[in-house]
């Protein structure tokens, strides 16, 4: 257990856990809307805001934040217009911040520093960015346990919350900010190509047990805390990205769910 004797390993761990018990929560909102890439798009939008922030000498977090939460809104935006086609609206808004991106980091002169955000870095966040980490996840949660009701309505049917009295327009406006606020803290320790895994893996590993929408988050945010930590160790010890191979360990409890459903399904026939 000497992995706990080094400091920044002791950080990875605070920052990797209050993620994992956060991202599930937004993730299964945005799988019951049918909107399991918008983790992507955002991701991809931030490496926008970060090239931005490198550029204009501002923290890259915060320059993550606001092009994270322009990109949701704009999201939200052509959504409405094209409520048949809510996932084009991803698919647009995806293709605008990967060109921003890519024409934005050609100008940075740290490509060491942005190339970070990509695969992330858990294991060299300094104490500010561990208390960033904390801010942010402290506030996702509390908005989303104060809004879990009118989430649940608006996942599962928005013209039915809308017959209930649920103010849809200002919770889904709220719900953008909170997957702005988790894509670019999250960016940052796991990387923005892996965000959006993070919050769709976790949630279909626990859809196969989940009996209800309560349960499934349950079992979501256990299963990804515990991605997170055998993926740390792992990483640790064999000498991993550890961003990447949080993502794999994910992946590969999933299939073996996958593999274990067919094996006992054929064996009751």
């Not at 920052?15 to 993730?27: K, S, Y």
């Not at 104490?127 to 996702?140: H, P, W």
């Not at 509390?142 to 039915?160: C, G, T, V």
């Amino acid at each position: 257990m000497r992995i706990f004797e080094y400091v920044f390993m002791q950080r990875a761990f605070i920052v990797g856990i209050l993620l994992a018990a956060v991202i599930p929560c937004v993730g299964m909102v945005v799988v019951c809307k049918r909107l399991s890439m918008i983790g992507d798009a955002l991701s991809h939008a931030s490496l926008a805001g970060v090239a931005a922030g490198l550029l204009l000498g501002i923290n890259p977090v915060a320059g993550a934040a606001a092009a994270a939460a322009a990109a949701s809104l704009g999201i939200e935006a052509v959504r409405r217009r094209l409520p048949r086609y809510a996932e084009m609206s991803i698919s647009i808004i995806m293709s605008a911040g990967i060109g921003l991106a890519g024409v934005l980091s050609g100008f940075v002169d740290n490509s060491a520093n942005f190339n970070s955000f990509l695969f992330g870095s858990i294991v060299a966040i300094s104490d500010l960015e561990m208390y960033t980490v904390i801010g942010v996840a402290a506030a996702v949660l509390a908005a989303f346990i104060l809004l879990y009701k009118e989430l649940f309505y608006i996942s599962m049917d928005e013209r039915s919350a809308r017959l209930a009295g649920v103010p849809v327009g200002k919770v889904n406006f709220v719900f953008t900010l909170l997957i702005a606020g988790t894509v670019s803290v999250a960016a940052r320790t796991v990387g923005a190509l892996m965000v959006s895994s993070m919050m769709v893996v976790p949630v279909a590993c626990a859809m196969q047990f989940g009996k209800n929408y309560r349960q499934t988050i349950l079992y979501a945010v256990g299963l990804n805390v515990l991605f997170m930590i055998t993926g740390l160790f792992l990483a640790f010890y064999l000498g991993l990205k550890p961003g990447g191979t949080v993502v794999l360990v994910g992946v590969a409890v999933l299939a073996v769910i996958f593999a274990g459903k067919r094996l006992f399904a054929g064996r009751s026939l």
